[in-house]
C-alpha cells in the first residue's frame, strides 16, 4: 500500500492523519500506522468491511489498547490516552486501561506534576482500578511504581515550594532596598529643582549694583578734597580730570569683574546641579525598571506557590 493514498490496506477505510503528520489510524478497524516509516504499526483484521465494522465490545477494547500500545511505543502520549480511556469505557474491570491512563498521563513517569493537583487525584483513582481488577502480583508491581513516582513527585514539589519562598523572601527584600534608594532620590531631586529655582532668580540687584557705584564715585570726589583740605596739596585741573578717569576706569572694571564672577559662580552652580539631576534620574530610570521586573517575577512565584495550596 502507497501511504500517500491514506487508506487502510485491511479494510480501505479512508485513514485519519494525527496533527503531526506522523501517525493514522483507521476509524472503521483501529489500525495503527507510523506515516515516518511507512509501515503497520498495530493490525486488526476482525471487519467486514471499511463501513461495517462486525466487533463485539471485548474486541473493540482489545483494538484500542493494542492501538494506545502502539501510541505509546511511538511517545505518542495524548493519542495513547485516548485509546486507553476508550478501552476503559469498553471494559472497566480490565486493569490495563486503567494502566495504560496511569503511565500516557504521566508519560512514561517522566513528567513533573503537582502532589496536591487534581491531576495526582486522578491518578490516584485509576490507581485504584488496577489495584481491584489486576492480579495480586501484577498489582503489587505496577502499583509499586506508581507509588515511587507519587513520592518522588511529592519530594520534588517540597523542594521547589522550599525554592519559590525562598526566592519571594528575596524579592520582597530587594524590593524594599529598591522602594527605600528610590523615596530618598526623589527627596534630592526635589531638593535639586527647588535650589535650580532658587539659584535662577538671584541675578545682580540693579539697587545693589547702582548703591555701590554711588558709595564708590563719593569716594573719588573724597580724595581731592582730602588733598586739598588735610595735606595742603591742591590739584591742578589737569591732573584731576586724569585720576577721575582713572578712578572711572577702576570703577567700571571692578563692578564688571564682580558681576560677571558672580554669573560664572551662579552657571557652574546651575551646571552642577543639573548634572546631578540628570544622574538621579537615570538611576531612578533603572529602579524602576528593576522594581518592574521584581514584581512580575513576584506575581509569577506566587502565582506557582498558589498552584500548590
Not at 507510523?34 to 503497520?40: F, Y
Not at 502532589?115 to 483513582?125: G, R
Not at 501484577?138 to 513527585?153: A, D, M
Not at 540687584?205 to 548703591?211: E, H, V
Request: proline content about 2%; charged content about 25%; overall charge positive.
Amino acid at each position: 500500500m502507497k501511504m500517500d493514498e491514506r487508506k487502510c490496506k485491511n479494510c480501505t477505510g479512508k485513514l485519519t492523519v494525527s496533527p503531526d503528520g506522523m501517525t493514522a489510524e483507521c476509524p472503521f478497524c483501529g489500525t495503527v500506522y507510523d506515516l515516518q516509516e511507512n509501515s503497520q504499526v498495530v493490525n486488526h483484521v476482525d471487519h467486514l468491511h471499511a463501513d461495517v465494522v462486525s466487533l463485539n465490545s471485548d474486541q473493540s477494547a482489545e483494538a484500542r489498547l493494542k492501538a494506545a500500545d502502539a501510541f505509546l511505543r511511538l511517545k505518542k502520549y495524548s493519542e495513547a490516552e485516548t485509546n486507553y480511556s476508550r478501552a476503559t469505557d469498553l471494559t472497566p474491570q480490565d486493569y490495563r486501561g486503567w494502566w495504560g491512563v496511569i503511565v500516557s498521563r504521566t508519560q512514561d513517569f517522566t513528567r513533573r506534576v503537582r502532589s496536591e493537583s487534581k491531576e495526582i487525584a486522578f491518578l490516584e483513582e485509576c490507581a485504584k482500578s488496577v489495584e481491584v481488577f489486576a492480579p495480586i502480583d501484577i498489582s503489587r508491581n505496577l502499583l509499586g511504581r506508581f507509588r515511587n513516582y507519587v513520592v518522588s513527585q511529592r519530594q520534588l514539589n517540597e523542594s521547589e515550594k522550599s525554592s519559590i519562598r525562598t526566592r519571594i523572601d528575596h524579592i520582597n527584600k530587594e524590593l524594599m532596598e529598591v522602594q527605600s534608594e528610590e523615596n530618598g532620590l526623589l527627596t534630592q531631586q526635589s531638593n535639586i529643582n527647588t535650589s535650580i529655582q532658587k539659584k535662577k532668580g538671584s541675578g545682580a540687584n540693579p539697587f545693589g549694583c547702582a548703591t555701590v557705584c554711588i558709595a564708590v564715585f563719593g569716594s573719588v570726589f573724597i580724595v581731592p578734597f582730602l588733598l586739598d583740605f588735610v595735606f595742603k596739596a591742591r590739584l591742578d585741573s589737569g591732573s584731576l580730570m586724569v585720576w577721575y578717569l582713572v578712578a572711572a576706569i577702576i570703577l567700571y572694571v571692578g563692578i564688571a569683574a564682580l558681576i560677571k564672577g558672580k554669573q560664572i559662580r551662579q552657571e557652574n552652580t546651575v551646571s552642577k546641579y543639573h548634572n546631578n539631576g540628570q544622574q538621579i534620574a537615570s538611576r531612578l530610570q533603572v529602579l524602576r525598571m528593576r522594581k518592574y521586573e521584581l514584581n512580575s517575577e513576584l506575581a509569577q512565584k506566587e502565582n506557582e506557590m498558589r498552584g500548590y495550596l
